[in-house]
């Protein structure tokens, strides 16, 4: 069963308008929420991360995500896109501590001038 | 904070021949280390869970004769690509857990592996 579903395989943005980045997931419990950005051909940063404190949760760069347990949702939001935001998104779970990452399959945000 | 290197960081080598990767933390113990494969436009898919000490535990599919880990330290885990093959090519990260958090993971840059 698919644990995370990130709804849009691509989102396109202008320079200075909001993105939001959408992400629900399946838990029986109360997971642990992240998300990742990749630049091609780069690694994985971590933008933020939801371990059951805060619902709001704010990140680098600008981006904030926001739990909501009622729509098993985690979008990511940010009230300006910048042309370096455009990169490779992915949202993340962990349901039990100590195992591996869910990735979804990633968005890939274009941002244009 | 915690820092994960891979090396090398990207290699071509030879159909059939093998290859050898290495994950390190830095500057901290990591007793589970993961191994993820991420093809072209791909999503990353865990490939194996490495703990320190014991046989690493492979996912449905991998197969572990083929895809050799060891996990000898704290701070190194080892992911060794026997006779390679062509579709073996693809960028191979891993990522660390530290002892004392038990939910953030470090990941690695990864490394970009060609057969040719």
């Known amino acids: 069963a698919q644990s995370v579903t990130q709804l849009d395989s691509h989102v396109s943005v202008s320079e200075g308008t909001p993105v939001l980045l959408r992400c629900n997931y399946s838990s029986s419990y109360s997971p642990s929420l992240f998300w990742y950005v990749q630049h091609p051909n780069k690694g994985l940063q971590l933008l933020l991360k939801y371990t059951s404190a805060a619902t709001l949760v704010k990140g680098i760069n600008g981006f904030e995500a926001e739990f909501k347990k009622s729509e098993t949702s985690f979008h990511l939001t940010k009230p300006s896109a910048h042309m370096s935001d455009a990169a490779e998104y992915f949202c993340?779970?962990?349901?039990?501590?100590?195992?591996?990452?869910?990735f979804g399959k990633g968005t890939t945000l274009s941002v244009s001038s | 904070g915690a820092v994960v290197s891979q090396h090398p960081s990207w290699v071509i080598c030879k159909s059939g021949t093998s290859v050898k990767i290495e994950c390190r933390s830095l500057d901290f113990q990591a007793t589970t280390m993961f191994w993820y494969r991420q093809f072209p436009k791909q999503s990353l898919m865990l490939m194996a869970t490495s703990n320190e000490g014991s046989k690493a535990t492979y996912e449905q599919g991998v197969e572990k004769d083929k895809f050799l880990i060891n996990h000898a330290s704290l701070t190194l885990s080892t992911l060794t690509v026997t006779s390679a093959h062509p579709e073996d090519s693809s960028f191979y990260i891993c990522?660390?857990?530290?002892?004392?958090?038990?939910?953030?993971?470090?990941f690695g840059p990864g490394t970009r592996l060609t057969v040719t």
């Open positions: 993340v779970v962990n349901l039990q501590a100590g195992t591996a990452l869910i």
């Open positions: 990522s660390a857990r530290a002892v004392l958090d038990s939910y953030e993971q470090y």
